[in-house]
């Protein structure tokens, strides 16, 4: 028998289904289970997300989305507790979440987790496999990325499966930045991408599909009853959502130190910057304009949070116009701030 594998017999089992869009909400939720409902052995949940990046706890943020794209498309970004790369969400992909009791983080088996994922889509004509990075892949093409959390004996592993996703906006969201970054935050590794749909024998909605593969784990797991939640526990859920993770600190200030060079070219020349940001602040900045040098709005605007939002109050704030009257607090926001 596998240490920690997915398919063994255990006396508290539950399943979840998501009912809720909202990926704060969601997160808040996983991390609930995850870490509060110890007395149930194993869970599984299925849950879907409206479009969203979802972040890894070790990533910068800014190091791996395409900020305008997201920012134009009301795109959430949310950091979750795990480990991993980088995954896109829409309500054409769907989520797994696996949590279990666990005597170590070590040694488990991995392919005893996806198993019900991979006996679900054979059944449906599509053969996928776990790759050597911990995803699954139809045809040598992502299909699913893979994280996971080990805490006190404890595991969650999770997956975002990509069903019927919209691959563009995936594309444009994750798009690598064309500035140069530079941090020791765990970077994602782009793969070829594709989705479930066009592989399956059957034509099936996203719905559908998470129906099969709850059919599945039943048949492991007859015994399995679903949990619903009460409502202190749907207030909580609420409450962690809108607090942290809505919460720029987390989603943006968790970010390892970083530095970012950048140039923007303006009706009136160009502005090269190079910053220096730690906990999501900023603190020292490099600018060169045709005209001239401008040191002390620099030592001004150290210690702005790098948004666009706080650095321009910053800069109405300070009057920097008064050292440079060539650019609008508009362009230089712009030109500091991805």
Known sequence: MHIGTFAHSQKNMIYILGKFHRPQFNLAMEEYCFRKLAQQDKIFMLWQNEPSIIVGKHQNTLEEINTQYVREQGIHVVRR???GGTVYHDLNNLNFTIISNEKNGIGFDLKEFTKPIIETLARLGATAELSPRNDLRINGKKICGTAQ????????FHGCLLFDSDLSALSKGLKEPKEVIQSKGVKSVRSEVDNIRPHLSEKISVHEFAGRILETVKQSYPEMTEYHFNEQELALFEKEADGKYSDWEWN???????????KTNFT???????????????VQVELQTPFGELKQLEQTIAGAKYTRQDLKE????IEAGKWIREFSIDELTEAIVR
């Open 81 to 83: 507790v795990s480990g």
């Open 149 to 156: 959390a080990y805490v006190n004996g404890r595991m969650m």
């Open 252 to 262: 943006y200030a968790q970010s390892p130190p970083f530095t970012i060079e950048k």
């Open 268 to 282: 009136d020349g160009e502005i090269r910057v190079k910053a220096s940001v730690k906990m999501g602040r900023i």
């Open 314 to 317: 910053k800069l109405e704030e």
